[in-house]
């Protein structure tokens, strides 16, 4: 239990720090892309 | 990729109805619908924020989840060594010349990027929907799989013909060529899918009178939830900056049943024991950190070019993205030694396997 509480810790620090570095210095979504795979269109 | 069941199912569902439906399309119904009653039609920062947050941790770990699979092993790099060993070079080569040559080069690798996108939403889709159909007994013969991928791909052909202007559009930092279809061919690919729909439905309810049962209803969600992605949802503003993440989440949950049942299987021979959530979280940790390693670390490796950063960044991403589609293409037939395919168990077979389900 103790294992599993740590692994779901750092999950969610390692999520929350990488969130945040991609919030301050991405390009992407300065420009509001997508990172990942797009949706099929913009809306017009 | 499925083989016949060898014993009969306990369940249709890998967990439970209700997280099945929800991951596979339900909680983005919800959240469409939610969004387009309460939303002005405008996508708004907050938007894209929580979005580019939720991507951390489900975004960038479903392409992780593909790559950790294939590379997991060096028996799985020997059965596909192309599209493992020589697939990387080929594209580490177009990041080259898309960089070298931005203005020439780059828009067409972006945009097969996004062309090929929505086709590899539509493979999910199609994916998904004949592997429910299996659990549930449903036969999709020849002429239900016409009409099963006709409705699907002309959603994305439908998508793709909208009408829209005529100029070209920026793109991750790159001119995107338009591709011009006839005002004529969108109709016709909306009577098209309208016609698939039909029929679809005529085999269903063929079916169900058959069997004397209704049909799950799951079996149908993968492609009325393409539909709304496709259709209403690229026209809700709102909605249509989450769209990747609701197909990033419907990709991690098979990805999941697949890799646990795989561990549960080889761990019941070996005697080892393991906790179902023990083994989640392990492959949830190692797909965030690799999700992160290739979306955040690696756009940034190529600072040194003299472009401005979204180019690269978009050409890095195209080219991650193109793996995957190839990596995902393969790793679905990749021979295992447990008796039963994992995408037939679920987690009564999981647990039964000597392993305890909850801590």
């Known amino acids: 239990m103790k294992k599993l509480l740590l692994m ?35 809306p017009p | ?88 070079i080929l594209l580490i080569g177009a990041v080259a010349a898309s960089l070298w040559q ?40 020849r002429w239900q799989r016409l009409a099963l991928t006709t409705f699907v791909f002309s959603t994305f052909i439908a998508n793709f013909a909208y009408p829209r202007s005529g100029d070209p559009i920026m793109r991750y930092g790159v001119m995107i060529p338009i591709i011009h279809f006839p005002a004529w061919f969108g109709i016709l690919m909306i009577a098209v899918m309208c016609a698939a729909a039909a029929a679809l439905l005529y085999f269903v309810f063929a079916w169900s009178r058959t069997q004397a049962r209704l049909l799950p209803a799951i079996v149908l969600l993968p492609a009325v939830t393409q539909l709304i992605w496709f259709l209403p949802g690229t026209q809700t503003a709102m909605f249509y900056e989450f769209i990747p993440l609701f197909h990033s989440l419907q990709y991690l949950y098979i990805a999941w049943a697949m890799q646990i049942g795989l ?13 179902i959530a023990y083994e989640s979280l392990r492959w949830l940790l190692r ?25 690269t960044a978009g050409v890095v991403v195209a080219a991650l993205n193109i793996h995957h589609f190839f990596v995902d293409g393969v790793i679905w037939k990749l021979r295992n030694t447990a008796a039963t395919s994992p995408l037939m168990m679920n987690v009564a077979d999981w647990s039964a396997s000597r392993v305890p389900v909850t801590v």
Do not use: K
């Open chain 1, 8 to 42: 779901g810790a750092i999950i969610i620090a390692l999520g929350a720090a990488a969130a945040a570095v991609q919030l301050v210095f991405s390009p992407l979504v300065y420009a509001g892309c997508p990172v990942t795979t797009p949706p099929p269109a913009p």
């Open chain 2, 1 to 88: 990729m499925l083989r016949p069941p060898e014993h009969p199912l306990r369940s249709l569902y890998f967990v439970n109805g209700w997280l099945d439906a929800a991951l596979i399309g339900g909680l983005s119904i919800i959240v469409f619908v939610a969004l387009r009653l309460f939303t002005s039609n405008h996508t708004t920062s907050w938007a894209i924020e929580t979005a580019s947050i939720l991507s951390v941790f489900v975004n960038y770990p479903h392409f992780s989840a593909t790559v950790y699979r294939l590379y997991q092993s060096p028996d799985n790099v020997r059965q596909f060594p192309v599209t493992s060993l020589g697939l990387p």
């Open chain 2, 102 to 141: 931005p203005a020439w080069v780059a828009p067409y690798f972006v945009t097969l990027f996004l062309v090929w996108s929505p086709y590899h939403y539509s493979g999910q889709t199609i994916g998904i929907t004949m592997l429910y159909a299996r659990r549930s007994g449903f036969e999709v013969g």
């Open chain 2, 263 to 275: 561990r549960m299987s080889e761990q019941a021979g070996a005697g080892a024991h393991r906790s």
């Open chain 2, 287 to 311: 797909n965030c950190a690799g999700g992160i390693a290739m979306f955040i670390a690696l756009p940034w490796l190529f600072f040194w070019v003299n472009l401005p950063m979204i180019t």
